[in-house]
Nanobody, 125 residues
């Protein structure tokens, strides 16, 4: 199983980026998907999750209304659309999957089955 995250980069405050997480070895439509981030000197934190049914999402308060998690089943890829970026969003972002099926609730507590490698998002002021 491999989760390949991409799309990070340097962006000015107020800008947007879309992160992608391409999966191989699993079918994402059967898995809850999540995005996490780790800022320099800090612990990794939960950012967003999407249920395997696609019917539920969850976001940390600091990104709600600015970030959107989604999935393209045909591409077997998950996304994190990040708008109105702030310098505090600077971090290495990781995608993750839990399942197959089951509740996505555990993702908020770092309970996942598969982790992707990180992609760096750097937001300048």
């Amino acid at each position: 199983v491999q989760l390949q995250a991409s799309g990070g980069g340097l962006v000015q405050a107020g800008g947007s980026l879309r992160l992608s997480c391409a999966a191989s070895g699993i079918i994402l439509s059967f898995y809850n998907m999540g995005w996490f981030r780790q800022a320099p000197g800090k612990e990794r934190e939960f950012v967003a999750s999407l249920s395997w049914t696609g019917g539920s999402t969850s976001y940390v308060d600091s990104v709600r209304g600015r970030f959107t998690i989604s999935r393209d089943n045909a591409q077997n890829t998950a996304y994190l659309q990040m708008n109105t970026l702030k310098p505090v969003d600077t971090a290495v972002y990781y995608c993750a999957a839990s399942g197959p099926r089951g509740s996505m609730a555990g993702m908020a507590h770092n309970i996942v089955n598969y982790w992707g490698q990180g992609t760096l998002v750097n937001v300048s002021s």
